[in-house]
């Protein structure tokens, strides 16, 4: 299958700083690409759908201020936590897909610790 | 919201076929059912996907009702690597992925 790369793996940044997370697909351009971020055995809440070239759409009570999503070529999307704080602390996820009704490939997940 | 319903979990002895069921009576007639797992602290992992038929691929089986209300994964030999959370979607109009609670799975020897 397809590969969706994200760096970094994992980060531990001080509070009140903010953090890039970088989310790429290896071998194929991505149209959309997807936010979510998941709490210690809860399951994957979808953040944000980004779109190449256009603004990202944020779901409700996601602020969009503090999680900024950049989608600025075909193969790269980029979530920056701004001003980040303890409850920011999370595992997130992105993904990417060719288009609607395609399966959409995920990355590794980037685990963020604010201390 | 999700609009699948799935068992919190189940167990499975090696080399057994896990049967892993899922409910999506509100599903219309354009959606797709996808399934995909999650092995613990990684990304979700793309299985299969069908519409209205069966479908096979080298990881599992997919079998959709007739009347597409529910759908079954199956895997016919389970190992040890296949413990994870399995989720089962319903693909809207869209392209967005909505994630449920999922079926944890524990494969034991």
């Known amino acids: 299958g397809a590969v969706v790369s994200q760096h970094p793996s994992r980060v531990i940044c001080k509070s009140g700083t903010s953090v890039k997370i970088e989310c790429r697909s290896l071998d194929f351009q991505a149209t959309t690409m997807f936010w979510y971020r998941q709490f210690p055995k809860k399951s994957l809440m979808l953040m944000a759908t980004s779109n190449e070239g256009s603004k990202a759409t944020y779901e409700q009570g996601v602020e969009k201020d503090k999680f900024l999503i950049n989608h600025a070529s075909l193969t790269l999307s980029t979530l920056t936590v701004t001003s980040a704080h303890p409850e920011d602390s999370s595992f997130y996820i992105c993904?990417?897909?060719?288009?609607?009704?395609?399966?959409?490939?995920f990355g590794q997940g980037t685990r963020l610790t604010v201390v | 919201d999700a609009k699948t319903t799935q068992p919190p979990s189940m167990d499975c002895a090696e080399g057994r076929a896990a049967n892993l069921p899922c409910n999506h009576s509100?599903?219309?007639?354009?959606?797709?059912v996808y399934w995909y797992r999650q092995i613990h602290s990684q990304g979700p992992q793309y299985i299969i996907h069908?519409?209205?038929n069966n479908e096979t691929n080298e990881m599992a089986s997919l079998i959709i009702t007739e009347d597409r209300k529910s759908s079954t994964l199956i895997l016919p030999h389970a190992t040890l690597r296949d413990t994870a959370v399995y989720y089962c979607?319903?693909?809207?109009?869209?392209?967005?992925?909505?994630f449920g609670t999922g079926t944890r799975l524990q494969v034991f020897p």
């Open positions: 069908g519409l209205k």
């Open positions: 993904s990417a897909t060719q288009g609607a009704d395609t399966e959409a490939f």
């Open positions: 979607i319903v693909l809207y109009n869209t392209d967005k992925l909505i």
């Open positions: 509100t599903i219309s007639g354009n959606e797709y």
